[in-house]
């Protein structure tokens, strides 16, 4: 481990917080409804910032049945190098979220999807390397997300908002 990495990770996994898709949601809500934030498909990456929250419900239930304690907590020796979140270890929430940013975006092309897959790609690392999560939360936390992507698309689909070229 290097203090170089270990701070980056550590400012890239707050990027996966509920309190930054908050964030985010806010921001661009009042920047599309005041029309002070302005770029392509802006409703399109509003809508796709509540498959973060759909994703949250689901690890939410799912922390409630499957109570696991962090690795930092059950293995000797093992760092926890961030502040301890308070909640269990399985799913990871914040690979959930990332993941369910991702494909909700996906539909924007590989210009926009692909320096999202390595973002959340390195956000699901850091909760391994910065020792509060397993691998399985991990795997889990991404398939969560990965299906509250889909999900949203599916919703988008329903409604006929499927013509994200349409969006401003």
């Known amino acids: 481990r290097r203090p170089w990495i270990t701070k980056t990770l550590q400012i890239l996994t707050w ?3 509920g309190r930054a898709w908050a964030a985010l949601v806010i921001v661009l809500a009042l920047g599309t409804y005041f029309d002070w934030i302005r770029f392509p498909h802006r409703t399109f990456m509003l809508q796709a910032a509540f498959a973060p929250g759909i994703a949250w419900v ?9 109570r696991r304690k962090r690795p930092f907590q059950i293995l000797e020796d093992y760092p926890g190098l961030t502040p301890a979140p ?24 590989p210009l926009v999807s692909a320096p999202l897959a390595i973002w959340a790609g390195i956000v699901a690392y850091s909760r391994y ?36 070229s349409s969006y401003t």
Request: glycine share 14%; net charge negative; no cysteine.
């Open 86 to 109: 308070l909640d269990d270890s399985f799913p990871s929430g914040h690979t959930a979220s990332v993941f369910a940013f991702l494909i909700a975006m996906s539909p924007l092309g």
């Open 15 to 17: 990027t996966g917080e």
């Open 58 to 66: 689901f690890v939410k239930m799912l922390k409630v049945f499957w």
């Open 129 to 164: 390397y910065l020792g509060v999560h397993f691998p399985s939360d991990i795997i889990v936390g991404a398939l969560i997300g990965i299906a509250a992507g889909t999900g949203l698309a599916g919703i988008r689909q329903a409604y006929g908002a499927d013509k994200y």
